[in-house]
């Protein structure tokens, strides 16, 4: 997992050679203004989606406890403040389900080990072995999840 402020992006082009596809995207565009819905940026390699909507209680942020096998997400908080909870995934014994590959998410009961917040123009990198429980907080999250496939 990677936390930083958008300003920062570029420190992390190395990490993945999509990644430079991905933060052009994010400068191109006006995030502020940027409607919401699905966007695909390189065909299956690379989606964006846009939501703006309410925070998740605490207890509803937890009962979507998720990881995915092939994307990475990059969640950019656009305007609110998101609370997120973090786990390694080795350290998940409680799967609730078989993994579901066409929606690409695996959900687990087990409790997150830490949470942190994102607000305006700060990111998080969530990597296949990293399980997370977004969007926990009050009043409106605007956030842009962009999915990129994943590769060893």
Not at 46 to 64: D, T, Y
Not at 67 to 83: A, V
Not at 98 to 116: G, R, T
Request: net charge negative; hydrophobic share 35%; proline share 4%.
């Amino acid at each position: 997992m990677i936390i930083d402020a958008l300003s920062n992006a570029g420190k992390y082009l190395c990490v993945h050679p999509l990644f430079e596809r991905v933060f052009e995207y994010i400068k191109s565009v006006n995030i502020n203004s940027i409607e919401e819905g699905n966007y695909e940026l390189q065909g299956d390699e690379i989606k964006a989606i846009v939501s703006n909507q309410p925070g998740r209680s605490l207890e509803e942020g937890i009962s979507r406890f998720e990881c995915h096998d092939k994307y990475i997400d990059i969640q950019l908080c656009i305007s609110g403040q998101e609370r997120i909870g973090w786990k390694p995934r080795r350290k998940c014994t409680q799967q609730k389900a078989a993994y579901d590959e066409s929606k690409d998410v695996i959900f687990f009961n087990d409790a997150p080990d830490m949470y942190f917040e994102l607000t305006n123009d700060q990111f998080v990198i969530f990597f296949p072995h990293d399980v997370h429980a977004p969007m926990i907080g009050e009043g409106k999250i605007k956030k842009m999840i962009i999915k990129v496939k994943y590769t060893v």
